[in-house]
C-alpha cells in the first residue's frame, strides 16, 4: 500500500495520501472508504492519528498484525 511519493507507478489507483491505506472511494460509488493492514500495519501515520493507544488499538506489529498468502 505504497503511496506515490514511494512508487510513483501507484497513481493510477490514487494513491496520493500518506502510506499504509489504500483509497477505495471510488470502488463503493463515491462513499469515503479505505483499505489498510490490521491495526494500520504500515501505515503508523493512521494509527497516530486516530489516537493511538488511546484509541484501544493495539500498535501495529508485523509479526502478529502482517498477511501471509501462499499459493
Known amino acids: 500500500m505504497a503511496n ?3 512508487n510513483p507507478a501507484n497513481d493510477q489507483y490514487y494513491m496520493t495520501t500518506q502510506p499504509g491505506v489504500a483509497p477505495m472511494t471510488l470502488a463503493v460509488n463515491g462513499v469515503p472508504v479505505w483499505l489498510s493492514m490490521a491495526h494500520f500495519l504500515g501505515g503508523e501515520y493512521w494509527y497516530e492519528k486516530l ?5 484501544n488499538i493495539s500498535p501495529p506489529n508485523a509479526e ?8
Open 4 to 6: 506515490t511519493t514511494v
Open 51 to 55: 489516537g493511538g493507544e488511546a484509541s
Open 64 to 71: 502478529d498484525h502482517d498477511i501471509d498468502v501462499r499459493v
